[in-house]
Nanobody, 126 residues
Framework: QVQLVESGGGLVQAGGSLRLSCAASGRTFSSDTMGWFRQAPEKEREFVAGISRSAGVTYYADSVKGRFTISRDNAKNTVFLQMNGLKPEDTAVYYC???????????????????WGQGTQVTVSS
């Protein structure tokens, strides 16, 4: 049984930083593309960042490019999202997700991802 558990969310002032972690279990983690999504109240879930199985490829939404960095440690079955320069509009529940079907190409549509964590709240105050 695959489990993804996020941590690291919280309340931060605009301009601040947070580092999210997602620990995976139940599957050979290094075989899969991993992604981070977020969902704000009354909005659809949106892609934030993705990383290929070997970390050779990363991809970001335009809204976070240059501020967020996704990385992974396959030995520890963990993927990270370093968020710098946070803005109030970054406020959302952040989810990590695992895509079994595309280890080398990062897909940005939520329906392609097979497993999801429970989410962690990020709140950025102005």
């Amino acid at each position: 049984q695959v489990q993804l558990v996020e941590s690291g969310g919280g309340l931060v002032q605009a301009g601040g930083s947070l580092r999210l972690s997602c620990a995976a279990s139940g599957r050979t983690f290094s075989s899969d593309t991993m992604g981070w999504f977020r969902q704000a109240p009354e909005k659809e879930r949106e892609f934030v960042a993705g990383i290929s199985r070997s970390a050779g490829v990363t991809y970001y939404a335009d809204s976070v490019k240059g501020r967020f960095t996704i990385s992974r440690d396959n030995a520890k079955n963990t993927v990270f999202l370093q968020m710098n320069g946070l803005k109030p509009e970054d406020t959302a529940v952040y989810y990590c997700a695992l895509d079994r079907g595309s280890p080398w190409v990062i897909r940005t549509t939520a329906r392609y991802y097979d497993y999801w964590g429970q989410g962690t709240q990020v709140t950025v105050s102005s």
